[in-house]
């Protein structure tokens, strides 16, 4: 699943290589996959890239300066280039963005649900673009000061995901956080000493620019199907601590998973499992 870090490499890879290509066509094969119908997919027809930045976890691709394709990965989309054309049958193909030097750029999405989006806006509507407009501050480079921020009487673990509050972070990279940080997934957002506020702010970006840094060597273009994420906490349940050593727990939700460090994070105290205890009432 695509969060800030991913997304940011996958902005730089493609920004740079598709900046003054022009494009010759586009189509958008999914159903309900391009969000938007003025202007026409057909406007970008003869116009040139001039870059893709990232905010949160959407890009936005530029082209020229008054128009701008905004695509959101979702759970299980890719943006991806290529020096050939898709297959038609390719069922995974959401948004193709063909070049006039025969390369294409490519939304895809896996699995069977179709979620991933694209709007094509006018430059000057990016900004108010609903998605966009709603997101909170970047989680990196240079996030606020989070006492502020965080303060609401709700578990880190979900007020860091929420995009509205702080953009970027997701369900991997939010358990690496507060495993660096060694604060409690559960402690609510209100409760944060000042000092703990300032050791995440520190591990957030940290972290991020860590693996965006990690990611500038080890990820080239084609940006592969499935990036592989240097975790050490998440999804590592069972396994040992990267910093003490003791066994990495995990709270199973009905969609995803939590996995934290007793001893660094908790006082040693081991959080109900829910998928668990819900089988057991
Ligand atoms: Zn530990």
């Given at each position: 699943m695509p969060e800030l870090p991913e997304v940011e490499i996958t902005a730089r890879l493609i920004g740079a290589a598709v900046?003054?290509?022009?494009?010759?066509?586009?189509?958008?094969?999914?159903?309900?996959a391009l969000k938007t119908y003025d202007p026409p997919l057909s406007a970008l027809d003869g116009r040139t890239f001039t870059g893709v930045r990232r905010r949160g976890k959407l890009f936005v691709a530029s082209v020229e300066d008054d128009l701008a394709?905004?695509?959101h990965l979702m759970s299980a989309g890719r943006l991806q280039l290529f020096d050939t054309r898709a297959s038609l049958r390719d069922k995974a193909s959401r948004l193709l963005v063909r070049l006039d030097?025969?390369?294409?750029?490519?939304?895809?999405?896996?699995?069977?649900?179709?979620?991933?989006?694209?709007?094509l806006l006018r430059a000057k509507d990016v900004e108010s673009e609903e998605t966009i407009a709603a997101l909170g501050p970047d989680a990196w480079p240079d996030p606020p000061p989070?006492?502020?921020?965080?303060?609401?009487?709700?578990p880190l673990y979900a007020l860091l995901r929420d995009q509205h509050v702080l953009a970027g972070i997701g369900r991997s990279w939010v358990d690496e956080i507060l495993h660096t940080a060694m604060i409690s997934p559960f402690k609510r957002g209100s409760d944060l000493e000042p000092d703990e506020a300032e050791r995440l702010r520190e591990a957030i970006v940290e972290r991020l620019g860590g693996v965006i840094?990690?990611?500038?060597?080890?990820?080239?273009?084609?940006?592969?199907d499935k990036?592989?994420?240097?975790?050490?906490?998440?999804?590592?349940?069972?396994?040992?601590?990267?910093?003490?050593?003791?066994?990495?727990e995990a709270v199973f939700y009905e969609d995803?998973?939590?996995?934290?460090?007793?001893?660094?994070?908790?006082?040693?105290?081991l959080m109900k499992d829910r998928r668990l205890s819900r089988l057991l009432k």
């Open positions: 900046a003054g290509a022009r494009v010759e066509s586009s189509l958008a094969p999914g159903v309900n394709l905004v695509i030097d025969g390369r294409e750029l490519r939304l895809r999405e896996f699995g069977t649900k179709q979620r991933a989006w694209v709007k989070l006492e502020e921020l965080l303060d609401a009487p709700r840094e990690h990611y500038e060597h080890a990820i080239t273009l084609p940006i592969p990036v592989p994420m240097p975790l050490t906490v998440h999804r590592h349940n069972g396994k040992p601590c990267p910093r003490c050593g003791d066994q990495i995803y998973v939590m996995c934290y460090c007793p001893t660094c994070q908790t006082d040693g105290k």
